[in-house]
């Protein structure tokens, strides 16, 4: 079975500053698809970004990029110029494409809770 | 567009009592369907997924069970409520395809006393 390891429980930034959340995973497939998500305090879960093991290019979405090293099995997320708003809990994802028991489902990291200071 | 939906937001059970929550997909078809649980606002634990009216595949055993009655109705249910039964459930779906993610519910808290 997959796992997925967050081993920032808490990370704290400084407003319009850079922060990156670590996240590691063990699989032993080749075709799966990262994910980070975002849960503030109303608890919705929000997709942030996402990536695809078979692309060598790391994902971005306008503040957020991943740094993804295929081979260390790390997929970092990076927000540049951080704002109030993306304090949060952030949850990396791994979502495995090969076929299976584990086909399609969303195994999720503990979490890390990021505070934006003003 | 498509929408989920969730309820109830909140839920104060006693011990023993029944559970039924609800989770309903708009503006798609065969989505699959997903019950997640988040103890302490940590990490999300699966909880049942279908793929198909009437098919459930249950993640971890315990005191819940989960039904699809319509294509895109999936129900979390319980007879007996436990004091561990107690967290934030999450209703998520998704379509069968390579590049999608998950679309989440708002949640429903359920606090058993």
């Known amino acids: 079975a997959q796992t997925v390891t967050q081993s920032q429980p808490e990370m704290s930034v400084q407003e319009a500053e850079t922060v990156t959340l670590s996240c590691t995973y063990d699989t032993s497939e080749s075709d799966y698809y990262l994910f980070w998500y975002k849960q503030p305090p109303s608890r919705q879960m929000i997709l942030v970004i996402r990536?695809?093991?078979?692309?060598?290019q790391n994902a971005t979405e306008n503040r957020f990029s991943v740094n993804f090293q295929k081979a260390a099995k790390s997929f970092s997320l990076k927000i540049s110029d951080s704002q109030l708003g993306d304090a949060a809990m952030y949850f990396c994802?791994?979502?495995?494409?090969?076929?299976?028991?584990?086909?399609?489902?969303?195994?999720f990291g503990q979490g890390t809770i990021l505070t934006v200071h003003p | 567009s498509q929408t989920i939906h969730q309820w109830p937001a909140t839920l104060v059970q006693p011990v023993g009592s029944p559970l039924s929550l609800e989770c309903t997909v708009e503006?798609?078809?065969?989505?699959?369907l997903y019950w997640y649980r988040q103890a302490a606002g940590r990490g999300l634990q699966l909880l049942f997924y279908?793929?198909?009216?009437?098919?459930i595949s249950s993640e971890v055993p315990q005191n819940l069970s989960a039904s699809r009655p319509q294509d895109r109705q999936f129900i979390l249910s319980s007879k007996k409520l436990l004091l561990s039964d107690s967290g934030f459930y999450l209703c998520a779906w998704s379509l069968a395809g390579r590049w999608y993610g998950y679309t989440f519910g708002s949640g429903t808290r359920l606090t058993v006393v």
């Open positions: 503006g798609t078809s065969n989505p699959n």
């Open positions: 994802a791994y979502r495995s494409e090969t076929g299976g028991t584990s086909y399609g489902k969303l195994t």
């Open positions: 279908s793929v198909g009216i009437g098919q």
């Open positions: 990536q695809e093991a078979y692309k060598q």
